[in-house]
Nanobody, 130 residues
């Protein structure tokens, strides 16, 4: 499995911006897609954004569309989440995830579903103050 390390979280005021990074190592050649999920206190983990590794396709939750942008740098095996116009409700631990094609297609669902990912980072805290 791919190993993932997130960075870039922190405290920001509402309306501000942060950029999260997720560096992948290990058998990255098998990566099909990477995504960002988030979990606020007392809530379930939810999908934020995902990107196909070898195709120009990205996906967003309605709650972040137009404010967040997911990008990738294939040569560096890194995925980024640029978060603009942050709101207090964006406060959560943000997790990076990756999936391989073999794992993804062995299950039912879409890249918005967390169970389709087989590698996870440790998470990075994002706090947005009002």
């Amino acid at each position: 499995q791919v190993q993932l390390v997130e960075s870039g979280g922190g405290l920001v005021q509402a309306g501000g911006s942060l950029r999260l990074s997720c560096a992948a190592s290990g058998p990255t050649f098998s990566t099909y897609a990477m995504g960002w999920f988030r979990q606020a206190p007392g809530k379930e983990r939810e999908f934020a954004a995902a990107i196909r590794w070898s195709a120009d396709m990205s996906y967003y939750a309605e709650s972040v569309k137009g404010r967040f942008t997911i990008t990738k740098h294939n040569a560096n095996n890194t995925v980024y989440l640029q978060m603009d116009s942050l709101k207090p409700e964006d406060t959560a631990v943000y997790y990076c995830a990756a999936t391989s094609a073999s794992y993804f297609y062995s299950l039912s669902g879409t890249l918005r579903n967390s169970h389709l990912y087989n590698s996870w980072g440790q998470g990075t805290q994002v706090t947005v103050s009002s």
